[in-house]
């Protein structure tokens, strides 16, 4: 039995009865527009990290020790994830009071503005340490603007959407995210490609910057054109909306979907950071691959990541939201264990790997509608970014130190830390298919 039914008489269960069967002009239209400003937003967080060496050169003072500084631009990229929680909180609560247009407008417009700035930023030649003061502070401005973008992107498309569309809806927006990834990516290599390293230290490095900027800005008008959710507008006409504060309320009655939803996002967390993101340097410099190979193959893997999205998103419409995280749960820590496995003996099939674990990464994009579905409308938005953010800022901040401790242990053993998640993604599943708390956590209200 699929455990994505909605309920009767909710406001989700109301829109677009008619024609629920098909996606409709205007859902494709929404679909289309908000995964390309979740595209553009991420690039413009990410693009930071594919600069950082140069940014660290150009921002610190010429004379202090070269680990000092690294240490302080990856601190200043970290100060965006540190900042996610609070912005995502804060954009939430007037998310769910206000509307959830204006903060999908508003969030975009944070992230576009301090990301064109970075890219006119004075240097620590021109004006010293206000340099790496004003760069920390338009970091921070776009860590708020992504906490809540993220998850207001997902409320926002499973809202304007019939309900047996909302897991292809979530996967369509995280395929859209993802791809912001690899945007920056395709960036910084072109960049890196055209333009000599004296180049780009001179001048090259603002471009990325200028573009994801202006692109954003450019997305900002084209949001003007989407429409308020009718979840939200039916909420607003029946003064349904919170009573209270809605993070207070989350807090008190909705404890067991925050679990929920803090679980999936760990999960998210280790197929994201571990398998997509630190991946490629773990296996640069084994017998036979080189570490050209592996981020050409990471990018490709990265493309399969936005296929899985997809996929995922449809089954949890299809065959529902606990089946699904069981399969995708295993497909996930079966594919790792042995593309890792592989690449330590027989590196040969690096890419065809690669891509079907990058595939399998792809639960990403049934995370959000599994995450989303335990809240309530009145609270949704707030439910969903505090249980998302925090975890992310959680688990997204420390497994990259735990699995860098794990491997003086086993070179193998970020397959033991992604194994264990897909594992817990099995058990999780399996009670939200057939425990009746969990099938009925999983109903769209």
């Not at 308020?228 to 919170?242: D, G, I, R, S, Y």
């Not at 207070?248 to 009655?253: D, F, N």
């Not at 939803?261 to 994201?272: E, K, N, R, S």
Request: hydrophobic fraction near 55%; include cysteine; proline fraction near 6%.
């Amino acid at each position: 039995m699929n455990d994505s039914v909605p309920a009767a008489g909710s406001a989700s269960a109301a829109h677009d009865l008619p024609n629920e069967n098909s996606l409709k002009r205007g859902d494709i239209k929404v679909l289309g527009l908000s995964a390309l400003g979740g595209a553009l937003e991420f690039y413009d967080f990410v693009i930071f990290v594919f600069f950082a060496t140069v940014v660290g050169q150009l921002f610190f003072p010429p004379d202090i020790p070269e680990w000092l500084r690294q240490v302080q631009t990856f601190g200043i990229f970290a100060a965006g994830y540190l900042a996610r929680p609070l912005g995502g909180i804060i954009m939430a609560h007037f998310g769910d009071t206000l509307g959830r247009k204006k903060m999908f407008t508003l969030s975009i417009f944070m992230m576009s503005l301090p990301t064109l700035l970075m890219g006119m930023l004075p240097t620590y030649a021109v004006i010293g340490m206000w340099a790496p003061l004003l760069l920390i502070i338009l970091r921070l401005f776009q860590g708020a603007a992504v906490g809540g973008e993220v998850p207001g992107a997902w409320v926002f498309v499973s809202e304007h959407v019939a309900p047996r569309h909302n897991g292809l809806a979530c996967g369509t927006l995280s395929m859209g995210l993802v791809g912001g990834i690899l945007l920056g990516s395709l960036m910084a290599s072109a960049i890196n490609s055209v333009y000599t390293p004296q180049e780009v230290s001179d001048f090259a490095w603002r471009i990325p910057f200028i573009i994801g900027g202006v692109f954003g800005l450019f997305s900002v008008y084209l949001r003007r054109w989407l429409h308020e959710t009718p979840v939200f507008a039916e909420m607003q006409q029946k003064k349904a909306l919170a009573a209270e504060l809605p993070l207070k309320m989350i807090l008190r009655e909705q404890r067991p979907a925050i679990a929920v939803a803090m679980a999936v996002t760990w999960i998210l967390t280790a197929a994201i950071v571990v398998v997509i993101l630190m991946t490629p340097s773990l296996i640069a410099g084994l017998e036979g691959l080189s570490r050209a190979a592996a981020f050409s193959a990471n990018s490709l893997a990265i493309v399969a990541v936005c296929v899985g999205c997809i996929v995922s998103g449809y089954m949890v419409d299809r065959i529902g939201a606990g089946v699904t995280l069981v399969l995708w749960s295993a497909l996930l820590g079966i594919t790792y264990w042995v593309f890792l496995a592989t690449m330590h003996s027989d590196p040969s099939l690096l890419v065809p790997l690669y891509c079907l674990t990058g595939f399998s990464v792809g639960i990403v994009g049934a995370v959000p509608s599994i995450a989303i579905r335990g809240f309530p409308p009145a609270v949704r938005f707030t439910g969903l970014s505090f249980s998302y953010n925090v975890a992310y800022a959680i688990f997204g901040g420390f497994t990259p130190i735990l699995v860098s401790l794990m491997m003086t242990v086993s070179p193998l053993s970020p397959t033991w830390y992604v194994a264990a998640l897909s594992l817990m993604g099995v058990v999780l599943g399996l009670w939200l298919a057939i425990s009746p708390r969990g099938r009925e956590l999983m109903r769209i209200v």
